[in-house]
């Protein structure tokens, strides 16, 4: 029955690679309805539904898609298109379909075979509906007439059985088994021919085949009686074998063929036939009047590889015989390897293992022996290479570490090459692309960083640009930069700058004070947004740099609202006697804090001079009587700054040989100390404070001492004096003011 589906299941030996895992084989009749059931391949693969929907489950095949079809709803084969096994296969047995499914995620490959069996559909058919014979009177019992063969495409019991003949009267009918598997038919003369009693003889030839219902093919022998022609043609051989090279061009002889008639004139004369005028083969060769077969066609050997030509010789009479030739086709290599891509990837991690599979290909060769042996080679340089699976199918796999950020993708050349000579090949191009993984850091421009801001910004203003890059792609090269915790004297660093998240740019929280805090430092990381992320730091210095926006301050002579030191010069100072020295620092830094000393003048004979850089107060000229006792100098410190800033201190001077003369000069004093004396015996005061001033061109390394007790040229007091003295020190400067009290220091 057409509709009687019978599979069989044959699970093989499990591949050695694990992605070929066996072979399934059904068995169906031809003709088979369109939608007609092939077999239930999830239940026979061992697979379910959501498999082949996830797998993308799908029918790889190069010659049998149009017959086939996978439905992935139910999960099974069913027929695409009816069947007639004898235009797929001819007379090759078995006749089967050969096709994979493939699967993905993972890849995997299952071989399967569909068999075509054949029915009884094709009844035994002759070329010709009657053949017509003249056999001479004279021909002997057991004579022999080649008959023509019927053709039944159908093969088995379904093909050509017997054949039969009636009436049996004068003729009856041999059949003999040829190479090829057909029956030689001949008419053999059993009762002589007796032409005065019959001219005319009609039979009927019947070919049945073996199938359920029988099916037969007719006839009509017409043989008209002639006179005495008695000897029938003899081929020189039973069977001629002969071979020729596929592609051979039209008119090629393939091999001559001779038959003997042993009568003479024209009883003798032999003529040539191919028969079974109905086999395709005989549209390929033809044979000569004197016996030589001429290819007549073109010929493949990948379609056929062997050829069985019937030949028959006939005289004027009618006698015959027959022969056949065995035509062996021999390769040539024309066919260059056939690359399919099965299965590809279009992507593959950077972290894939070694031997990963991104392909699945099948290699086909029709031609032969070497011609058809098939070598696939991949190009070089390649961290991958090309494996051979089972049967024709090659693996693509890695075999080498993948860097998308060395190579983002590759373009695989397979080469497949024959062995033939010259050798045929064929290329296709994989184009793979290597998708990203996280495994690179961000990487800072810089292994530190160094940024300046002037003291006194603004708060919020932007310091500096930190920069890093990551090598990777996309999210995972996606940079956020962090403030790390940490903390600067003791303060949180968040509380003096902030980073922004996305641009990696520092700004300032706070406004700074170079004289407070010269520099920190602090840490930024860099984070990229992969899955788990990866970071690298970096170290970043701030230094302030200084304003000047302190102004000088004076250290010597102290400025006070109490009582003020007055120097005192002696009327016989030389030029260039040191009456003092201002002592000033400023606490910026650099140009900021390099100081100059300026006196301001406020009379035309000036009798002092201040020192620009060291601010000695020393006498530019002679004193004169006309000189006042009470001198009063103004001095300006000026900063190097832009713009300067400076300090204005006041110096008094006492101009006089001996303090009483300084008394004598001011109004009476209200308390005067009882005892002086002068350690040197030079009628001056000593200072009653030294000091020392050391100054470099940066004021943060100066060094001044102001304050320590002078051990020599110091006013030598009575103890009892002590109270005036204290009373004194309360009073206001009487070189200030008529009415103060004095302190005078002198040399």
Request: net charge negative.
């Amino acid at each position: 029955n057409k509709t009687t589906l019978k599979a069989c299941i044959l699970v093989i030996s499990v591949l050695c690679f694990d992605y070929v895992i066996g072979h399934v084989s059904y068995s169906i009749p031809e003709e088979m309805a369109k939608g007609s059931l092939v077999g239930t391949i999830v239940q026979d693969l061992g697979l379910d539904l959501k498999r082949l929907k996830s797998g993308k489950a799908r029918l790889y095949t190069r010659d049998s898609a149009e017959f086939i079809e996978l439905n992935k709803e139910r999960g099974v084969l069913l027929i695409k298109e009816k069947i007639d096994r004898e235009a797929l296969c001819r007379q090759t047995t078995p006749c089967a379909l050969h096709f994979q499914i493939t699967l993905e995620n993972p890849l995997e490959l299952f071989p399967v075979t569909v068999e075509i069996t054949d029915i009884n559909d094709n009844a035994p058919v002759f070329q010709k509906e009657e053949r017509i014979f003249e056999i001479s009177e004279s021909a002997a019992v057991g004579s022999k007439f080649m008959l023509e063969k019927a053709v039944d495409p159908d093969i088995g019991i379904n093909g050509l059985q017997r054949y039969t003949l009636k009436p049996i009267d004068n003729f009856i009918l041999k059949s003999h088994p040829q190479s090829d598997g057909s029956k030689k038919v001949e008419m053999i003369l059993q009762k002589p021919l007796d032409r005065e009693k019959q001219e005319h003889i009609s039979l009927i030839l019947t070919a049945e085949d073996g199938g359920e219902p029988q099916m037969t093919g007719t006839m009509q022998i017409h043989i008209t009686v002639l006179d005495a022609n008695d000897n029938a043609p003899v081929f020189s051989q039973a069977i001629y074998k002969a071979t020729i090279t596929e592609n051979s061009e039209k008119g090629k002889l393939v091999i001559k063929v001779t038959a003997s008639d042993a009568d003479s004139g024209q009883n003798g004369n032999v003529t040539y036939v191919v028969g079974n005028s109905m086999d395709p083969v005989s549209k390929l060769f033809r044979i000569t009047r004197k016996g030589e077969v001429i290819l007549d066609g073109p010929i493949d050997y990948e379609k056929e590889k062997i050829f069985n030509l019937d030949i028959e010789a006939i005289d004027q009479g009618g006698l015959s015989d027959s022969s056949k030739i065995i035509i062996d086709v021999s390769d040539v290599n024309d066919n260059s390897p056939t690359i399919n891509m099965i299965s590809t990837s279009a992507s593959v991690p950077e972290s894939s293992a070694l031997n990963t599979v991104i392909a699945l290909i099948s290699v086909d060769d029709p031609d032969s022996e070497n011609n058809g042996k098939v070598n696939c080679v991949i190009n070089e340089n390649v961290p991958f290479n090309i494996k051979f699976t089972s049967s024709n199918i090659y693996s693509l796999v890695t075999d080498g570490e993948l860097d998308r950020e060395r190579h983002s993708g590759y373009n695989i050349i397979v080469t497949c090459s024959d062995e033939g000579v010259p050798s045929l090949s064929s290329s296709v191009t994989l184009t793979l692309q290597i998708s990203d993984v996280n495994d690179n850091a961000p990487v800072f421009e810089r292994s530190s960083y160094e940024a300046y801001i002037i003291e006194n910004n603004t708060p919020g203003v932007s310091v500096f640009t930190v920069k890093a890059k990551d090598a990777d792609w996309n999210q995972n090269a996606r940079v956020s930069y962090i403030l790390e915790d940490s903390s600067v004297n003791g303060v949180p660093v968040s509380s003096y700058v902030s980073v922004s998240a996305d641009s990696g740019v520092i700004h300032a929280v706070r406004s700074f004070d170079y004289e407070q805090i010269k520099d920190f430092q602090f840490c930024v990381k860099a984070q990229d947004g992969g899955s788990p992320p990866l970071s690298n730091n970096v170290t970043v210095k701030i230094l302030i740099q200084d304003q000047n926006d302190n102004p000088p301050q004076v250290l010597y002579p102290v400025q006070s609202g109490g009582s003020t030191v007055a120097e005192m010069v002696p009327r016989s100072a030389d030029v260039g006697y040191l009456v003092t020295k201002v002592v000033a620092v400023d606490v910026d830094s650099g140009q900021n804090a390099w100081l100059s000393y300026k006196l301001q003048k406020t009379t035309d004979r000036v009798l002092f001079e201040v020192g620009l850089q060291n601010g000695e107060i020393r006498t530019i000229r002679q004193v004169t009587d006309k000189d006042a006792v009470k001198q009063r100098l103004t001095v300006i410190v000026e900063d190097n700054g832009q713009p300067s800033r400076s300090a204005t201190v006041f110096v008094n001077v006492a101009v006089a040989d001996s303090f009483p003369e300084v008394l004598s000069d001011l109004p009476v004093i209200p308390y005067y100390p009882p005892r002086y004396s002068d350690t040197l015996g030079t009628g001056t005061l000593p200072h009653v404070y030294n000091y020392e001033v050391c100054r470099t061109t940066d004021s943060r390394k100066s060094d001044i001492k102001v304050g320590r007790t002078g051990s020599q040229n110091m006013l030598i007091m009575d103890p009892s004096s002590t109270g005036t003295m204290q009373r004194m020190q309360s009073e206001k400067s009487i070189l200030d003011e008529p009415d103060s009290p004095l302190q005078v220091r002198m040399r």
